[in-house]
C-alpha cells in the first residue's frame, strides 16, 4: 500500500471523532441536495397533475365555435403537431335535472341540480389528466355503464361503490354503476361525471362526435412557445375552431414554481456552508499536524506527497460522506414525503407516491460531493505542503500572519457586501440572489476582522473571572489567541442560522401576504363564483338581472361585480375587468402598489383604469400615463390612474376600468363574477336562502361564502407551503448540526490544551465552566451575525420574491427568536458534551494526544 | 576525504534593528566515520547549524558542501530527497508520527522513497532488535517511554543507510541513565557502522562519547577539541571548558 494512502487511513482511523465529524458534515451537503432533489419533482408533479386534474383543465382546450359536435376523428390531427404531447377527444354535456331529482324530497333543498357528464376516452385520456381515486377502480375500455364520481358528489346522493345512480339522458333515464370514487372537489363549480366515450355517445345519441379535445403541450410555462403550438393547431383546425389556453397563472402552480427556485438557491447555500465546513475541518487538521507534516518533509517527504496525503483524506471521506449522503437523503426524502402526505391529502388530495430516484441525480451527488470534499481540501493541502521542515522544530506560530489576512479579507469581504447591497436595488430576481450570495461571502470574509477585537474583550472578561481560580492567563489566551479558529466557528453559526433565518422570512413573509390578500380580495360575505376563477373568457356570465335581484335581498348591502373583455395593448394579451367603482372597494378590494383609495373615483373619470404590477411590467407603464387598449371600436386612449394587485389577476396581465366605459367600448353587461356584502347584523340564515333563491336560475355560478371560499384557497396555498416546511426543515436541520459539528472540532481540537490546563491545576469544574462559556459567548456571536444576516438575506429573497407575485416583507419576530434560542442552545451544548469529555480525559493522554 | 565542509557559513535572521547574528562565517570540515559534538551556551546557533547542515533552512550566505557538493542550488525536491537518502535526523521532541507504529515509524524514508512496506519494514525491524526494541515492534509513540521513542528515531535515521546522522539534543528529554545509552548508541554507529555523526548536546557527559567537541559561542567557533578514546577523564575535561567558554 502507497504511504500516502496508509498515512491517510491511519489519521482517520487515529482520529474517529474528527473524522466522523468531517465524514457527517460532508454527509449533510450530499443528503441536502439529494433528498431536496427527490423531494421537489415528486411533490410538484404530483400538485402539477393534480392541479390540472381537480379543476378539470389541461393546459389546451379546442372546441368548435358554436360549441356543436364534431368528429372523434379530428384527435387524430392534433396529435402529430410538433410540441402538443398528447391530446385526447371527450364528450362533455351538462345535465340539468329536474328538481329533487336525487333526494325525491321536495321539503329539502337539493344539493345537486346540474351534472357535467363526460365521455372520456380511455386510450389516451389519462395521458392528459390524472384521476387519483380515493377508493374503487377506474373506468375500464370494456365498461358500459359504469360510472366514476366525486366523493363529494357520492355525499350529497348518498351512493357508495357498487350503487347504482341514475341520471337523464337523450334515450330515456339510465342506471349507471358507481365503480371508483375520486378525492372531493375543491373549487366551486358542477360536479363531474365520468363515464366510457362509446357510453356517452350512445346515451346522447352522438355515435362517433365529440364536442371537446384537450391536450397537453410542451413548454407550456413560456408564452411565446405556447403560441407557436396554439397557432399551428388553429392553422390545421381551421377558423371554426377555438383555442383556450389555461394560463399559466395558476396560483399554485406559480408558487411551486417560485418555491422551486428558492429552494434552488437555499440548495447552493447548503453546498456552499457544507465545502465551508470541510473547508474548515481540513483546515485544522493541518494546522493541528504541522509538526508531523514537518518531520515527514525532514525525514524526505516531498510536497506533493505532503498534498497527496491531505486529499487522498479528503477523497475517502468525500467517498464514503456521499455514499452515506445519498442513503440517508433517500430516506430524509421518503420520510418527508411519507409526513407531507397527511397535509397534502387532507388540503388537495394529492397522493404523493414513494420517490422516484433518477440515477442521474445518484452520480451527480456522488460527483458534487467527492469533488467539493477534495476542492475543500485542496488549498489546506497546498498550505500544508508549504510547511517546513523547521516547522517541526519550533513552537506553533499559527495565527502570525493574521492581522495581514484579516485586512485583506475585510477589504474582500466589505467589497462583496457592497455588491450584495447594491443589487438589492434590481429588480431582477437572478442579480437579486447573486446578491444574496455576495453578501452572506462578505460576511464570513469579514469576520475574522469582527471577531478579534471581540475575541480580545471576551478573552479579557473570561480572564478576569477566571482569575482567582489561577487559570485566568490560560483562559483569556484561547478565543484571543486564535482569533483565526474563533472567526471559523463563528462563520458557521453565522451561515447555518442566517440560511434557517432567511428562509423562515421569507416563507413567512409570502404566506402572510397571500394571506392579507386573499382576505382583502375575497373579503366580502358572499361569492357568486363561475366554474373557472381568473381564467374570465371561458365563464358565461349573467345579465344585470341577476344583480338587480341580489340587490333586491333585504338583507344585502352591497353587491359588486366583475366584467370582462379581452384587449390588447401593443402585442400584449390584456385581461379588462370592470368594475363598479363605488361599490368594488366595499365588497371586493384592491391593494395599492401606487395610488389609494380614493382614486376609485378616477376611474368614473372619462377613460381611466388602474393597471396590475404584470401590466406595469411587461407593458411598462406608470400611474399617470396614458396607454391605448385596443376596444371593439378601436384603439381608445386610457389613462394610468394607480397601479394596484389582486389575488386573482396576480399574474395575469390585468386592467380595471369602471363598468360604464366597460359598456361603452366593449359592449359587456355580462357579470362574471359577484360579491355580496350583508348588512350589520343581518339574520345570516334567511340572508343565506334569499340569496340561493336569487342565484338559482344561474347555474353557472356556485355561491358560496367568503369565508368558505378564502379558506379553500388558504388550504391550498397551505398545502404549498406545507411543502415548504417540511423543505425548510430538511435544510435547516443539516445546517444546525453542520454548525454544532464546527463547535464540537473547536473544542476537540483544544484536547492537548486542556491536558495542559489539568496539568496546571484546573480542576474538572473548571475546565468544564470556562469550556461552555466560551462555546456560549462563540455562539452567542454567530447567532447575532447569522440573525443580522438573515434578516437581510430574507429582505432580498422577499424582495426578489416581489418581481414576480405580491408579497410584502414581514419581520421574522418569532423566527428570530427561534434562532436565537436554538443558536445559544446548541452553542451550550457543542460546548457541554465534548467538554465533559474533555474535563474527563486523564492528563497524561490529553497531553500525548498530538 | 570531509563528508560535510562548511565555508563561512552565516545565519542571519530578521532584517534591521531586529537582526540577530546566529552563525557567524562557521568553517568546519567533518571527515567520514566522525562522531562530533556541538557544544555552547544556549541560543549560540547550535540549531541552527543542524538544520543549515541538514537542507532543512538556507543560510544568509556561505556553502555547506555534503560529499563536496554545494547544497545551496538544490531545489526542494533535490533537498527532499537527499535528506531522504544521505541524512538522518533525531530531533529531541516530536520526533515520531502519531499514527504510525515503531517499526512504521523507522520505515518512514524507505517507504517514502517508494520501497515495498513489507521489506522497508522488515529492514526497520533489524533495526530496532539492534537497539533491543525487538517486543515494541506494534507499539504505538504514546505507548513507548522517551527513551525507547528515541530509540526508533535513530533507527530511522539509519534505516535508509545515510551516510550522514544530524541529532539535535537527542537526550535532552531523557533521565541519566537512558542518555547514556542513546549516546551509546551513536557511538557504536559511528564506530561500527561508518557513519559521521553530529550530534549538539549541553551535557559533557554525554558529549564525552564523541571523537571531537566542537565549541560555539555566539555563531563563531571559539574552540576544537579531539578525545582520546575511552577516557574517564574525557567528561570532566569537557565540563570545564564549557565553564571557561561560558565566563
Ligand atoms: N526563526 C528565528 N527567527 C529569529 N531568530 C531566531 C530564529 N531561530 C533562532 N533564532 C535566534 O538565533 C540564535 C540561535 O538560535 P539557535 O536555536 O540556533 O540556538 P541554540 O544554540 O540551538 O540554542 P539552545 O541551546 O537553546 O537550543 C538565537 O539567538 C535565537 O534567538
Ligand atoms: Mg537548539
Known sequence: ?850 | MSVIQTENLTKIYGKNETAVTALDRVNIQIEEGEFVAVMGPSGCGKSTLMHLLGGLDKPTSGIVRINQISIAEMGDDELTKLRRRKIGFVFQFFNLIPVLDAAENAALPMTLDGMKPDLARKKACEWLERFGMANRMKNRPDQLSGGQQQRVAIARALVADPTIILADEPTGNLDTHSGDEIAGLLRNVSNDYNRTVIMVTHDPRIAAYANRIIFLKDGSVIDETILEKKNDNNAGLVADKMKKISD
Open chain 1, 1 to 850: 500500500m502507497n504511504i500516502q494512502f496508509r498515512l491517510a487511513l491511519r489519521y482517520l482511523s487515529g482520529r474517529k471523532m474528527r473524522t466522523a465529524l468531517t465524514t457527517l458534515a460532508i454527509v449533510f451537503g450530499v443528503l441536502v441536495i439529494f433528498g431536496m432533489n427527490i423531494v421537489l419533482p415528486t411533490m410538484i408533479t404530483a400538485i402539477k397533475t393534480n392541479i390540472y386534474a381537480a379543476s378539470g383543465q389541461a393546459s389546451l382546450t379546442i372546441s368548435h365555435i358554436t360549441g356543436n359536435l364534431f368528429d372523434q376523428s379530428l384527435v387524430e390531427n392534433v396529435l402529430p403537431i410538433n410540441g402538443v404531447l398528447a391530446a385526447t377527444g371527450k364528450m362533455v354535456r351538462t345535465i340539468n335535472l329536474p328538481k329533487n331529482y336525487f333526494d325525491q324530497d321536495s321539503e329539502k333543498p337539493d344539493r345537486v341540480s346540474v351534472l357535467n357528464l363526460q365521455g372520456l376516452d380511455l386510450d389516451n385520456v389519462q395521458s392528459v389528466h390524472s384521476f387519483p381515486l380515493q377508493d374503487g377502480r377506474f373506468l375500464l375500455p370494456e365498461d358500459r355503464d359504469a360510472v366514476v364520481i366525486t366523493q363529494s358528489l357520492a355525499d350529497k346522493i348518498s351512493v357508495k361503490i357498487g350503487d347504482s345512480m341514475r341520471i337523464p339522458t337523450v334515450v330515456g333515464e339510465k342506471q349507471l354503476t358507481v365503480v371508483g370514487l375520486l378525492f372531493p372537489r375543491t373549487l366551486p363549480g358542477d360536479e363531474d361525471i365520468f363515464v366510457n366515450l362509446p357510453y356517452a355517445q350512445e346515451i346522447m345519441n352522438c355515435s362517433g362526435k365529440i364536442n371537446l379535445i384537450e391536450a397537453n403541450i410542451d413548454n407550456f410555462e413560456d408564452q411565446g412557445k405556447r403560441d407557436e403550438v396554439v397557432n399551428a393547431i388553429q392553422e390545421r383546425l381551421g377558423l371554426d375552431f377555438q383555442i383556450g389556453t389555461l394560463n399559466s397563472n395558476e396560483e399554485l402552480l406559480g408558487v411551486m414554481d417560485m418555491g422551486q427556485m428558492i429552494l434552488n438557491i437555499f440548495g447552493v447555500l447548503a453546498l456552499f456552508m457544507g465545502a465551508f465546513i470541510i473547508f474548515n475541518t481540513f483546515r485544522t487538521i493541518v494546522l493541528e499536524r504541522r509538526y508531523d507534516i514537518g518531520l515527514l518533509r525532514a525525514v524526505g517527504a516531498s510536497r506533493s506527497m505532503i498534498t497527496g496525503m491531505i486529499l487522498i483524506e479528503g477523497l475517502i471521506q468525500g467517498i464514503i460522506g456521499s455514499l452515506a449522503g445519498i442513503v440517508s437523503g433517500y430516506f430524509l426524502g421518503y420520510g418527508i414525503l411519507r409526513l407531507a402526505q397527511e397535509p397534502m391529502s387532507a388540503f388537495v388530495n394529492i397522493k404523493l407516491g414513494t420517490p422516484v430516484v433518477p440515477p442521474a441525480l445518484v452520480g451527480i451527488c456522488l460527483l458534487l460531493g467527492v469533488s467539493i470534499s477534495v476542492l475543500s481540501g485542496l488549498i489546506p493541502a497546498i498550505k500544508a505542503a508549504r510547511i517546513t521542515p523547521l516547522d517541526a522544530l519550533r513552537p506553533s506560530v499559527a495565527d502570525v500572519n493574521y492581522r495581514k489576512q484579516t485586512g485583506i479579507f475585510f477589504l474582500i469581504g466589505s467589497i462583496f457586501i457592497g455588491v450584495g447591497i447594491l443589487l438589492l436595488f434590481s429588480d431582477q430576481m437572478s442579480w437579486i440572489a447573486a446578491g444574496a450570495f455576495a453578501f452572506l461571502l462578505g460576511l464570513v470574509c469579514i469576520t475574522p476582522a469582527v471577531v478579534r477585537p471581540f475575541a480580545l474583550l471576551f478573552g479579557k472578561i473570561i480572564a478576569r473571572i477566571y482569575h482567582r481560580q489561577g487559570i485566568g492567563e490560560l483562559a483569556q489566551g484561547n478565543m484571543a489567541r486564535h482569533p483565526g479558529r474563533t472567526a471559523i466557528t463563528v462563520s458557521a453559526t453565522l451561515l447555518g442560522l442566517a440560511v434557517a433565518v432567511a428562509a423562515g422570512t421569507l416563507v413567512s413573509s409570502v404566506s402572510i401576504s397571500v394571506a392579507n390578500l386573499i382576505k382583502i380580495s375575497m373579503g366580502s360575505d358572499y361569492l357568486l363564483v363561475p366554474p373557472s376563477v381568473s381564467l374570465w373568457g371561458t365563464n358565461i356570465g349573467a345579465s344585470a338581472d341577476l344583480e338587480q335581484k341580489l340587490r333586491a335581498v333585504e338583507q344585502v348591502d352591497v353587491v359588486s361585480s366583475l366584467r370582462f373583455a379581452e384587449s390588447k395593448v401593443n402585442e400584449n394579451s390584456v385581461s379588462v375587468l370592470g368594475i363598479n367603482p363605488h361599490d368594488y372597494p366595499w365588497a371586493g378590494g384592491l391593494t395599492f402598489v401606487d395610488g389609494s383609495e380614493s382614486d376609485y373615483d378616477q376611474l368614473n373619470d372619462g377613460r381611466s383604469m388602474f393597471i396590475n404590477s404584470i401590466f406595469a411590467m411587461t407593458v411598462g407603464a406608470k400611474k399617470g400615463d396614458v396607454i391605448e387598449l385596443a376596444t371593439t371600436d378601436g384603439r381608445k386612449p386610457y389613462r394610468v390612474a394607480a397601479v394596484v394587485n389582486d389575488l386573482l389577476n396576480a399574474k395575469v396581465t390585468t386592467v380595471f376600468i369602471s363598468q360604464k366605459n366597460m359598456e361603452k367600448d366593449f359592449q359587456v353587461t355580462e357579470d362574471i363574477f359577484i360579491q355580496v356584502n350583508l348588512k350589520e347584523n343581518a339574520d345570516i340564515n334567511a340572508a343565506d336562502a334569499a340569496i340561493k333563491t336569487a342565484a338559482s336560475g344561474y347555474d353557472q355560478f356556485t355561491v358560496i361564502s367568503g369565508k368558505e371560499y378564502s379558506q379553500s384557497l388558504m388550504n391550498q396555498l397551505q398545502t404549498a407551503f406545507s411543502g415548504f416546511y417540511f423543505l425548510l426543515i430538511l435544510l435547516a436541520v443539516p445546517s444546525l448540526l453542520a454548525m454544532l459539528n464546527t463547535l464540537s472540532i473547536a473544542v476537540i481540537e483544544r484536547t492537548r490544551e486542556i491536558g495542559m490546563l489539568r496539568a496546571v491545576g484546573a480542576t474538572r469544574k473548571q475546565i468544564r465552566l470556562m469550556m461552555t462559556v466560551e462555546g456560549l459567548l462563540l455562539a452567542a456571536f454567530g447567532t447575532i451575525l447569522g440573525i443580522l444576516g438573515g434578516l437581510y438575506l430574507g429582505f432580498l429573497f422577499v424582495k426578489g420574491i416581489g418581481t414576480f407575485m405580491p408579497s410584502e416583507y414581514i419581520f421574522p419576530l418569532s423566527g428570530v427568536l427561534a434562532a436565537l434560542i436554538i443558536g445559544l442552545s446548541f452553542g451550550i451544548l457543542a460546548a457541554v458534551i465534548p467538554s465533559r469529555q474533555a474535563a474527563r480525559l486523564d492528563v497524561i493522554r490529553a497531553l500525548r494526544y498530538e
